[in-house]
């Protein structure tokens, strides 16, 4: 049974697509903590993120890396934080979460949420970048 992101990768399930190589996606949150919270994933799945070969492992940080230049540039924050959490989708992914401060990647607080049109405006400023 393909996890969820499996499926957005395969395009079954919409998402908002930020960036992608043939190896990695980044794409919107859809119960984000911050505007712009962004998820990273490897194409392929792996469960565990701490799993992923040393050279995957290294790739999807400087491609989560440059994601973070860009979510930094289109969404004003103080620093883009990052969380490897992984409870409830089991395909490994990185949050990048625009901070203003530490109160924006607690996990236990209610989401935000957006319209369709919001998080399309929130994707057009980060991917334009
Ligand atoms: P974690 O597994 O790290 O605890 O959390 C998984 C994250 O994936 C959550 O922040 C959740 O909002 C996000 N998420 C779960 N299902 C979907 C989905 O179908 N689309 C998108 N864009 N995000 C999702």
């Not at 911050?34 to 790739?59: C, M, N, Q, W």
């Amino acid at each position: 049974m393909p996890s969820i992101f499996s499926k957005i990768v395969d395009g079954e399930i919409p998402c908002h697509r930020i960036a992608e190589n043939e190896e990695f996606l980044a794409f919107l949150d859809i119960n984000p903590l911050a505007e712009g919270h962004v998820l990273v994933i490897p194409k392929t799945e792996v469960d565990y993120f701490f799993d992923l070969d040393d050279d995957v492992l290294s790739r999807i940080n400087i491609f989560a890396r440059d994601v973070a230049h860009k979510i930094k540039k289109a969404i004003p924050c103080k620093r883009i934080g990052v969380a490897i959490i992984g409870l409830e989708v089991a395909h490994a992914h990185i949050h990048l979460i625009p901070l203003q401060n530490i109160a924006d990647i607690n996990f236990e607080r209610p989401k935000l949420s957006f319209t369709t049109e919001e998080f399309a405006d929130t994707a057009e400023r980060i991917t334009r970048v």
